[in-house]
């Protein structure tokens, strides 16, 4: 009569993959929303010194932080491709 239990929840480590894909499609969105930052900032008054420096040194780390954390997030989301893929490409599942 009753088939078998489906599991409620994903397995931890579907889980945590699914998390760190969502993660890195994130990443693009919060680059644009640091790039426009600048342009909230207030315009410098004619004779003051026009902040050019420091709109660029903030992109350029905004850009450094953004590389590193698309740098770490996949480096762990592919560890985590590598320690799920053989039993899944075995089966026949999408890796993703």
């Known amino acids: ?8 929840f994903l397995e931890r480590q579907s889980y945590r993959r699914r ?5 890195s499609r994130a990443v693009p969105v919060f680059g644009i929303i640091l790039f426009f930052v600048p342009l909230l900032w207030p315009q410098p008054e004619p004779g003051e010194a026009t902040g050019l420096a420091e ?8 850009w450094g932080l953004l590389v590193a954390v698309t740098g770490v997030i996949s480096v762990r989301l592919q560890s985590r491709l590598q320690e799920g893929a053989p039993e899944e490409r075995a089966e026949g599942k999408d890796v993703l």
Do not use: W
């Not at 009569?1 to 409620?8: A, K, S, W």
């Not at 998390?19 to 993660?23: I, N």
């Open 19 to 23: 998390r760190l894909v969502d993660a």
């Open 1 to 8: 009569m009753n088939g078998p239990r489906v599991p409620l």
């Open 55 to 62: 709109r660029g040194i903030y992109l350029f780390l905004a």
